[in-house]
């Protein structure tokens, strides 16, 4: 799969998300050409009457026109919560998020108002609360717990702002009650189910296909997130299942929280290599950052990526495509923050104008390789 910066800014970020209701414009209508009548020859009065008649149509349609393009980009006001400025994919997601609302749509970078949950669900639900009070026009926010969700929406339902959930899904049957009842609310992620069956398909597809040491088992750990956090528990649950529909063998060593942290990625896989040395053929991280802390401590224990243990995580962070380059990483997979970013200022600004806005929207993930990893780095430095 071929990647150029164009297409994830257009292709991924709208047409490449399931159920984007707004992919494309919608079509010119036709028009035809009336027959030549007498009236084409009609008195200068009966004229004047007709080109007033127009003019008086042209500013209708441009009126209406205006209507239909609904509030001025410069004057909406954008509340934006994200769960932790720490988080180094989060980081680059909101980067591109204030970029894009501002450059593309016309929001005035005053009127924008980004905030640090700093991973505190009390911390995060006092800037909501704060946007609701100083009248923010919409809400983009990725929440510190999915299970907030609920009180999150009353309370910005209640003051009548539309909320953009990114990041973190809700539950399927809160998405499936925001269409039952109403409420402006919609989910602009990635199917977290999708990346891990990618982290486990690049094992699978490796020539041994994991099995470092040639004993006819892969032995994994498994450096996890937030075991409450669905993105992890898919990550976790999916990898190992495309192994195992491959046909290999599998044996979990190690099965760690590591709260997305490089820290905490590398004390669980230092403390598994010494419990379990060369029988660990593979780690598999739920995110990236985990991932260089687990490359820390494998070359710290003298082993080597790609020849005697495998590693692989999630985002495609600079770091981990150039370490999947030059063969210090087995592979990741590119979490599409710009695709994600632009489709959920697209449907902020569609909630404010009064545009429909479908409850769920997904980006596809990519893997990378290799093979690849070259034009992923290419679009993401």
Request: charged content about 25%.
């Amino acid at each position: 799969m071929r990647l150029t910066r164009k297409v994830t800014a257009m292709a991924l970020a709208s047409c490449m998300v399931l159920s984007l209701a707004a992919c494309g414009g919608s079509k010119p209508a036709e028009t035809t050409a009336a027959p030549a009548t007498e009236a084409t020859t009609a008195a200068p009065a009966e004229a004047e009457t007709t080109a007033a008649a127009k003019e008086e149509a042209e500013t209708t349609a441009a009126d209406a026109a205006a209507t239909v393009e609904g509030k001025d980009p410069a004057e909406v006001k954008v509340g934006i919560s994200i769960y932790q400025f720490a988080d180094n994919f989060m980081t680059l997601y909101r980067e591109e998020l204030k970029k894009y609302l501002v450059e593309e749509i016309g929001v005035k970078e005053e009127n924008i108002s980004i905030m640090d949950g700093k991973n505190d669900q009390g911390e995060q639900m006092n800037q909501i609360r704060n946007f609701i009070t100083q009248g923010y026009d919409v809400m983009i926010i990725n929440l510190v717990q999915a299970s907030s969700e609920p009180t999150v929406t009353e309370e910005c339902n209640a003051a009548g702002i539309p909320v953009v959930y990114i990041n973190r899904e809700p539950e399927a049957e809160r998405e499936q009650a925001w269409v039952d009842e109403g409420i402006k609310a919609t989910y602009v992620g990635a199917d977290a189910r999708q990346s891990g069956t990618f982290q486990g398909e690049e094992i699978a597809e490796l020539e041994n296909k994991g099995d470092a040491d040639g004993d006819g088992v892969v032995r994994y750990i498994m450096v996890q997130g937030d075991p409450e956090n669905v993105d992890a528990q898919y990550r976790t649950e999916k990898s190992i299942e495309a192994l195992t529909a491959a046909g290999v063998e599998v044996e979990e060593l190690v099965k760690m929280r590591g709260d997305w942290d490089q820290t905490k990625g590398q004390e669980i896989t230092a403390n598994a290599l010494s419990q379990h040395g060369a029988k660990i053929d593979v780690v598999f991280c739920n995110n990236d950052a985990m991932a260089l802390g687990a490359l820390q401590a494998i070359e710290a224990a003298g082993r080597k990526v790609n020849e005697d243990i495998y590693l692989v995580g999630v985002d495609a962070l600079v770091e981990v495509v150039e370490h999947v380059m030059n063969g210090k990483m087995t592979g990741t997979v590119f979490n599409d923050y710009f695709g994600q970013a632009h489709t959920a200022a697209d449907k902020a600004m569609d909630f404010v104008n009064g545009k429909d806005v479908d409850n769920v929207y997904m980006v596809d993930y990519v893997k990378v390789t290799p093979e690849n990893a070259g034009e992923v780095l290419e679009l993401i430095k």
